[in-house]
């Protein structure tokens, strides 16, 4: 493809800043593209990656006082002081301070994990978890007295999602970031932030 000239990749960092503001964070892949002007593909071919796209918004972030508090702020914690990290422990995830669970998952088993202590409040009972596929066979609350079959495969990331459509109904992961298309989708992440507003209000 064509490359893609340094005042349209101003353009698209002017855009990606613009969900940032929204968002007070980085949008995921999806978050962006739901009220984006540019494509996927298009932020890939201009700075290779998401992670790329990030780095090159930071660096031109730097020291503009006309973004808003709350980038500013990204950015600070983009430059902010980190270590090494040790072989002896594992990395933890952001604290998030749910129930039992004192960090965000970090992968797929975390997931299984937070949807355990979830599923109840979220109107699943479970029936089987197994390590082939689908990973969770169960029912959800479908009304007062109601209940229906669903089968659930867990992912970290909705965009890990890489078996057949058929034989699953829900991918359940942490993080919404390429939803596979023709399955429903559910971000614990965004089912606690959606929880935790609520309790604010």
Known sequence: GRNIDGERKEEMLEDFGRAVGRLGRFPTIGEYIDQGLFSYHTFKQAFKSWSGAQAAFVERSGG????????????????????????????CGTVINYRAMLHEPTNEQGVVLLFGMMAEELGFIIENVRMGYPDC???????????????IEFEFLSSRFEHPVEGCDLVVCWRDDVPPKGLEVMSLEKVLKEKREKQRH
């Open 137 to 151: 066979e169960g029912k959800r609350r479908v009304g007062v007295n109601s209940w229906q079959r669903v089968r």
């Open 64 to 91: 503009k006082e006309k973004w808003p508090a709350a980038l500013r702020a990204l950015v600070e914690r983009q430059n902010m002081v980190t270590y090494k990290p040790s072989p002896d422990f594992p990395i």
